[in-house]
C-alpha cells in the first residue's frame, strides 16, 4: 500500500472520507429545504464524482463548458444543465449533437443568445430547454430585472423548438437572501402574467447551509466547492479546515534561510487566485506557516512562527484558497483513505476549455 | 484558409511574426553583449519554439521541471539546464536516465540537495554538472551569500561524480544591477580562492534590454518571456504591445448591461495572475476596455469608455498579464501569419508539474 506522502510532487490529494461527508452532508441539507440538488462539476472534473453524487440523490449535474458536458455524457451522466451562454454555429452543432443524446438544457440572458438557439433547435417533438439566466447581485451574465426575465422567456415560449425550463442564477456569496427576494419578485411577475416557471435553479456553496431560505422560492439548489472545500470557504464560514478534502502535497525543495522554505508547487499547482485573502494556502502540516507569495514553480513559505521548521526532503499539504482551478492544473489526482493511496484518477474534464 | 476570428473560443493564439521578432531581437542582443542565450522555455512548452531558439543561436534550452526537460529531450533538445532542486529518489532517477541521453545540468542551493545528487551520480568518467544557484534579490531559492555559494562549489567539487558548472541566479525584476554585483563578487571570491567558475548564468525577460549590464560578468543569459511578451512586460517596459505574440481569442457571450461585455475567457484562459497590475488583460480589438474581474469561466469587461461597444457574437484578442501560464491551460495553440491559421500545435509540455 503507497502511503499519500510517498507520492511523487506536487501532486492533489483527494480524502474520500472528507469528500464522501462533504457530498451526503449537502444531499441531506438539500432534502431537508425541499430542494433538488444539481452539483457543479467543476470542482472535481471527474466522472467518478458525479456519479458519485447522482447515487447520493442528486437530480443531475450543472456543467459550464461544452467539452465538461461532452466529457460527463461520454462517462454515462444523462441530465445535465450547461450554465453558459452558447453563442456561434460550431458550439451551437455541439450542444445539438448532445441534445440527441442526453437531457442537456443550457441558459439565455440575452434575444441574440435565444435567436441562435431558437435557429438550432427547430423541432416542436424534441424540445430544447432553456432557462432565462438572472443577475440577482452577481454582476456577471444575467437579465438584470424580472421584467426583462419575463420578456426572455417570452422569446424561448415563441420559439416553436424551445421549451422555457425556468429562472437560473448564480448568486453572489453572501447575498442569497437579495437573489431569493429578486427570484420570488420574478415568480409574482410570471404568475401574473400566467407563465409557469418549471423550475428555479439558484447554488454555490459559500451560502450552501443557508440553503433553506430559498425553500418555496426555488427548486434546485448548485453547489460546486462543496465536494472538496477549500480555504476560500473556511473564510466564508461554510467549512472549517477538517471538511477540506482537497490537499495539494508539495515537497520543501529549498531552506535557504532559517524562516524561509521553498515548495515545488507554485501558481501552476496553487493557482494565483486569491479571492480577497492574504496568503496562497493552508499548510496542514504546519498551521503556524504562511504561504506567502508563489512563482510558477516556486512556493515561497514564511516559517518564522513554526516552533518545528519543515527540513528539505520533507513533504507538506496545502489546502488551496480555491479548489476548483487546482483541479484543472493537474492531469491526474489521488484518491487516499486513512492516507493510504487507494487510487489515481485521471482528470477527464481538465483543460476542456469550450 | 482559416481566419484567427473562425476559430472556436477561448483559444491561443501565436503571432508568429512577433514571436520570431522577438527572438532575433533577444538572439542579437546577446551577441551584441557577448553572451550565449540559453532561452527559458516554461512560456511556450513548446519544442518547435526550443527547436527555432536554438537554430537561431541559443546554446540549448532551460527548463524548470524534470518532466519539460524529458518532453524536450524526447523532441530531440539536446542540451538543457534545469533550474531547480531536484530532491528525492523518485527525481533523482528521472534526471540519471536523462544525464544517460542528453547534456543536463542543475543548480543546487543546499548541502542536502548535493548530497542526493552526488549519491546518484557516481561516476567520475561521465560526471553530472551542477551549478550553485545564488539568491542575489529575489527572495526564493538560493545560497545567501558569495562565501556560501564558495562552499558549497567545493561540496560540489569533492564529490566524485559531479562536476561544478558554475554560478546560477535568477535576479529580481529591476535588480540587475544588484545581481550582477552579487555575481562580481562572487567571481572575485572564487579567484581569491582558486576555484574556477567554468560559467555564470542570469536572465530574465523584465530586464533583457539591459542584458550588456552582465557583459564581463555573467556567460549565459536566461529569458524565458521574452518569445511572446505580455502585458507585464509592456508595463516593465520591456515591450510594446506591438511586440505581443500571445493572445487570448475570446467570444463576447453576453452584453448585460450597457457597459459590460461578458467574455467566454476566466481564470482557466487567462489565469488570475495579476503581477502587480490593475485588470486582467489588455483588450488589443477595444484599447479602452478594462477587463475589471475574471470567473473561471467568465471574464468581466467595462467598456463605457469605449466609443463602439462590442456586440454579442463578436470575437476580441486579450493580451494576458502573464503569458507563461496561460500556455500551461491550453492543451494547444495556434500559430498565425497575418491573421491566417499556419498550424495547431499541442502543447507538448503542458501540465508537466513534476
Request: aromatic share 6%; hydrophobic share 45%; proline share 5%.
Amino acid at each position: 500500500m503507497t502511503r499519500y506522502n510517498e507520492l511523487d510532487t506536487p501532486a492533489v490529494l483527494i480524502d474520500l472520507d472528507r469528500a464522501e461527508a462533504n457530498l451526503s452532508k449537502a444531499q441531506a441539507a438539500a432534502d431537508r429545504a425541499g430542494l433538488k440538488l444539481r452539483p457543479h462539476i467543476k470542482t472535481h472534473k471527474l466522472p467518478y464524482f458525479a456519479r458519485r453524487q447522482v447515487e447520493l440523490g442528486a437530480v443531475g449535474i450543472t456543467v459550464q463548458k461544452l467539452g465538461e458536458a461532452e466529457v460527463m455524457a461520454d462517462a454515462g451522466l444523462s441530465d445535465l444543465l450547461l450554465t453558459f451562454n452558447i453563442i456561434g454555429p460550431a458550439k451551437l452543432a455541439r450542444l445539438k449533437a448532445l441534445h440527441d443524446r442526453v437531457t442537456i438544457r443550457v441558459v439565455a440572458d440575452s434575444a441574440d443568445c435565444v435567436a441562435g438557439l431558437a435557429a438550432t433547435f427547430t423541432d416542436p417533438a424534441h424540445r430544447f430547454g432553456v432557462f432565462v439566466e438572472c443577475d440577482t447581485g452577481m454582476g456577471r451574465c444575467g437579465v438584470q430585472s424580472p421584467e426583462a426575465a419575463l420578456a426572455l422567456a417570452k422569446d424561448i415560449i415563441a420559439a416553436p423548438g424551445l421549451e422555457f425550463a425556468g429562472l437560473m442564477t448564480y448568486p453572489a456569496a453572501g447575498k442569497y437572501h437579495e437573489a431569493n427576494q429578486w427570484l420570488a419578485s420574478a415568480n409574482a411577475l410570471f404568475a401574473a402574467s400566467g407563465i409557469a416557471v418549471p423550475a428555479i435553479t439558484t447554488g454555490g456553496t459559500p451560502d450552501i447551509w443557508n440553503m433553506q431560505d430559498a425553500s418555496g422560492i426555488a427548486s434546485e439548489y448548485r453547489p460546486g466547492t462543496y465536494i472538496y472545500m477549500d480555504r476560500s470557504q473556511v473564510a466564508a464560514g461554510a467549512a472549517s479546515y477538517d471538511d477540506c478534502a482537497l490537499t495539494v502535497l508539495a515537497t520543501i525543495v529549498s531552506r535557504p534561510t532559517e524562516n524561509r522554505a521553498i515548495i515545488d508547487a507554485g501558481t501552476k499547482a496553487l493557482t494565483s487566485d486569491l479571492l480577497g485573502m492574504v496568503g496562497h494556502g493552508y499548510v496542514v502540516d504546519y498551521p503556524e506557516a504562511k504561504v506567502t507569495g508563489l512563482s510558477e514553480e516556486h512556493g515561497m513559505i514564511d516559517v518564522s512562527a513554526c516552533a518545528t521548521k519543515p527540513r528539505i526532503g520533507e513533504t507538506i499539504r496545502i489546502i488551496p484558497n480555491h479548489c476548483c482551478p487546482v483541479s484543472n492544473l493537474f492531469d491526474q489526482v489521488h484518491l487516499i483513505r486513512d492516507g493510504d493511496l487507494v487510487e489515481t484518477l485521471r482528470v477527464a474534464a481538465r483543460g476542456r476549455v469550450d
